[in-house]
């Protein structure tokens, strides 16, 4: 058994929208992340800086690099601040 269903280009009229669709609502205020407020997880910091996720956890723990601590688990970093700490170790060798 086959239903049809007639095609109608406009069912409705510009001022009756259609029960079944949701109105997407946004907040008024929406809050925007500035560029001051750059933290990141572990692994985006481990691919910033070439090194495995367990590495990123140790130089915290031993703290080379400074970590912000918002839970047993959540862990985050700021990135400007650990690419500065990262630089203190930079050596400068020259060629032989």
């Given at each position: 058994m086959r239903f049809h269903k007639e095609f109608n280009s406009n069912p409705f009229s510009d001022d009756q929208l259609p029960i079944h669709k949701p109105v997407p609502m946004q907040p008024k205020d929406?809050?925007?992340p500035d560029d001051s407020d750059t933290f990141a997880n572990i692994r985006t910091v481990?691919?910033?800086?070439?090194?495995s996720p367990r590495h990123v956890q140790r130089l915290?723990?031993?703290?080379?690099?400074?970590?912000?601590?918002l839970g047993r688990r959540c862990t985050r970093f700021?990135?400007?601040?650990?690419?500065?700490?990262?630089?203190k170790y930079q050596l400068n060798e020259r060629g032989r």
């Open positions: 929406r809050a925007v481990a691919r910033l800086l070439n090194i915290a723990q031993r703290k080379v690099i400074p970590v912000i601590r700021d990135i400007e601040a650990v690419i500065a700490a990262v630089r």
